[in-house]
C-alpha cells in the first residue's frame, strides 16, 4: 500500500524538519519526503492546513487488560489512542495477573496485533506481582519485549529492594520508572493537602509524599547509573530534583500529564471523585512550575496516564471511588490548551521523538526508512463529550472543555487507522 | 411574605447572614414560646444515622416531635447503600417513598451533599466525616449570642483536634460569617496550618489566647481517628491544651466555656472546668433542640421574612 501526505507542514525535530510539503509511505515505511512528488498509485492523504509528525507515543496508560476488561481492553484502548492521535502506547503492568512474566507480555502482544490499531508495548514489573519485594526477571521480559520497568502505582516502598533490582537489571537499556508517593504519608488521602483539604474535612497528600521519593529514587539511579524516568510529575520541587539530578550527570527523563498542568485541588467542593487521581491534582504554583518547566526543557515527555474506570465506579464516594481517569483522547487538545505558546517542534518532541528516544523504539522520527507512524493534526475547535470516547473509560474532569488542537489522521505502519473520525483496522500482514 | 431560599443545610453558608439571624431568631422564640406541632404535620422525615450518635440523635427527634413531623429512623447497616446501591437511586427510592426531608449523619465527609445533589427533598446535615455539623454551629451561636447578647467584637477560641473536627469547621464558617474573632489552637499534627484565613488565626499557645477571648471552646482529641505519631502521651497533650484549674484562673470572669460534647473528663478539661460557672454545657444541649427546631420550619416552611 501507497500513501502520500499531500501539503501538509512536515515537522520532525529529529532530523531539523519543518517545511510544507510532501511525504510518500510505501510498505510501511517513510519512502520520500520532499515538495510535488508524484505516485500515481498512491492513495492521497490531503493534509494541507494541518501537521504531519511522527507518530506519538503515550508511554503511560493503563489498558486494565488482563483481568479488568470491564473497564478497558487492549482493544478498545488501542481504538481511543489512535482516535486521540497516537500510533503507540505504553500499558503500564497494574494488570491482574502483572506484566511480570513472559507469558503475559505475550498474551498482551498477541491481544493488540488482533486489535490491529495502535503498536502496544508494555512496561514490565519491577518487583513480582508488584509486591515490592521479589525481584521480576528483567532479561527475560527484556527478551519479551518490554520497553521499560516500573511497578507503576505502587512505589517499590524498600530501598534495598528497589538498589538492587536497579544493579541487576544495569545492563539492560530500558529505564526504570518510578510514580513516586510514599505510601506512608500520603496515608488515606483522598486529595493534595492544602488549602483546600483543610477546608473541606478531606485527608490531603502532602507535596512531600512525591518529592522524598523522587530523591530517593534519583539517589539510586546516581548509584547504580541505571537509566531512570520519573512519571507523572506534581510538584515544582519534584521538577527542581530531577533537574538537580540532571546537573550531576544523572540519566534522567520525566514526564508530565495534561492534567497536572491544567487542574489543581480546587475540584472537590462537590465531594465528587471526578478529579481523584495519583498524585494528586496540586495548586497554581505546581502547576505553572510544571507548564515552565517544559518550556524549558526539563521536562521530556508529554503522558497522559490514561486511566479509564467505569462510570459508576467513579460515581461512588470519594474514599471508595477509584484513582484516574480516561486522557488518551483529551490529551492533544488539553497539552495545546495548557502550552498555546510551545513551539510546534517542543510540542512534537514531548509526545514522540523523546518518547522514542527513552524507550529506544522505533518511530520518533520521518527519516527516510523508518516505520511509518504518523500522526496528522490541525488547528480545529472541538468540545470534549466523554460519552463518544472509543474508551470504555468516560470519565474525565475535561468533559465539556473546548479545545483548539486535535488528531486528524493516525497513521501505524504506513496504514491509515483513524480519519475522519473512523477507525480502520490495519492489515496484519503490514510492518 | 413567605420565602423559601435555602433548600438544604449541608454546611451554615448554605443560609444567607439574614436567613442565618432569622433561624436563630426563630429558635429563640421557640425557647420562649414553644412550638405548635402543626409546623411540620404530616411531612415524613428520615433520621437516617450511618454513625452512632447519642445526643444529636435525640435531639434532632426530640425537635421533630415538637414541629409534628412524622418521624423514620432505620438501621443504616442494613441499607441498599451496603448492597452497592448507588447513593443517587437510593436517594430517587426514598423520595419516591415519600420521604421529604433526610437528617443524614455518615463517617465521610461529603456523604450529605452526594446525598443532597440526587435527593429532591431537603437535607439536613448532622454531621458528615470531619467536614461539616452546621446544626452543632448554630447552636453555639446561639448560646453565644444569648450570653453576650449579640456578635460584634466577639473573640472566641477553639482548642484541640481542629483537624479532625467538623464541629470546629461549621463553626469557623458560621462565626466567621458573623465577624466573630476566631482563634485556633492546637498542635500543628492536629490543626493544618492551612486552615488560617481572614479572620481565623492558628496558634498553639493556649495560655497566651486564654486571656483574651470571650469564649473557649473545647474540643475533645478524637482517639478512633488519631494514631499515635499524631500525638505523643496524653500527658504532654494535657500539659499544653487541657482547661484545667491554673488555666480556668486566666480566663476573663465574663467569658465562658463551650463543648460539643461527649466530654473525656481529664484529657481536655478537668472537672473544675465541668463544674465552673462559666461553662454553658447545659444551654448548648438545650438550645440545639431549639435550632433543629428552626432548621426544619425554615427549610419545609421558609423564612417568614418581614415585607
Known sequence: MTLLIRGGRVIDPAQGLDAVCDVLVRDGRIAEIGERIEAGDATVVDASNAVVAPGFIDMHVHLRDPGQTHKETIASGSAAAVAGGFTAVCAMPNTTPALDSPATLAEVARRAAAAGLARVYAIAAITKDRAGIELAPYHLLSDAGAVAFSDDGNTVENPRVLRQAALYASDLEQPFISHCEDAQLKGSAVMNEGVASARLGLEGSPDLAEEIVVARDLLIAAETKKPWHIAHLSTATGLDLVRWSRSRGVAVTCEVTPHHLLLHDDLFDDYRADGKVNPPLRDTNDSAALRAGVCDGSIDVFATDHAPHGIEEKAQLLGAAPVGFTGLEIALGAYAHALPDLPLDRFIACFSTNPARILHLPGGTLRIGAPADITIFGERSWRVDARTFHSKGKSTPFDGWTFARRALVTIVAGSIVYQNGELMARRAASA | ?307
Open chain 2, 1 to 307: 411574605m413567605r420565602t423559601v431560599s435555602a433548600r438544604n443545610l449541608l454546611d451554615v453558608d448554605d443560609v444567607t447572614r439574614t436567613e442565618l439571624s432569622a433561624l436563630l431568631d426563630r429558635a429563640a422564640a421557640f425557647k420562649r414560646d414553644g412550638a405548635t406541632r402543626s409546623l411540620l404535620a404530616g411531612i415524613p422525615v428520615l433520621n437516617l444515622f450511618f454513625e452512632a450518635s447519642t445526643r444529636t440523635a435525640t435531639s434532632f427527634t426530640l425537635a421533630e416531635q415538637r414541629v409534628g413531623a412524622d418521624i423514620i429512623s432505620f438501621a443504616p447497616g442494613t441499607s441498599s447503600l451496603g448492597k452497592g446501591e448507588t447513593i443517587a437511586d437510593t436517594a430517587l427510592t426514598l423520595h419516591g417513598i415519600g420521604v421529604r426531608v433526610i437528617v443524614v449523619r455518615h463517617p465521610e465527609s461529603g456523604f450529605a451533599r452526594r446525598l443532597a445533589d440526587a435527593f429532591e427533598g431537603h437535607v439536613i446535615n448532622a454531621g458528615d466525616g470531619a467536614h461539616a455539623h452546621p446544626t452543632q454551629a448554630l447552636l453555639d451561636l446561639m448560646t453565644l449570642r444569648d450570653e453576650f447578647g449579640g456578635f460584634d467584637g466577639l473573640r472566641v477560641a477553639i482548642v484541640g483536634d481542629i483537624r479532625h473536627s467538623r464541629v470546629a469547621r461549621s463553626n469557623i464558617v458560621g462565626m466567621t460569617m458573623l465577624g466573630i474573632d476566631v482563634t485556633l489552637v492546637g498542635p500543628p499534627t492536629l490543626l493544618p496550618a492551612a486552615m488560617a484565613r481572614a479572620g481565623v488565626r492558628v496558634s498553639r499557645d493556649l495560655d497566651a489566647v486564654l486571656p483574651e477571648v470571650d469564649a473557649v471552646m473545647m474540643l475533645r482529641i478524637q482517639h478512633e481517628r488519631i494514631d499515635s505519631s499524631l500525638l505523643p502521651a496524653l500527658d504532654d497533650y494535657t500539659r499544653n491544651y487541657q482547661l484545667n484549674r491554673s488555666r480556668l484562673r486566666a480566663l476573663k470572669a465574663k467569658s465562658v466555656i463551650l463543648h460539643p460534647g461527649p466530654y473525656n473528663r481529664g484529657i481536655e478539661l478537668t472537672d473544675d472546668a465541668l463544674a465552673d460557672p462559666r461553662s454553658r454545657y447545659k444551654a448548648q444541649v438545650e438550645n440545639g433542640v431549639f435550632v433543629r427546631m428552626a432548621v426544619l420550619d425554615h427549610l419545609v416552611n421558609g423564612a417568614a421574612v418581614p415585607a
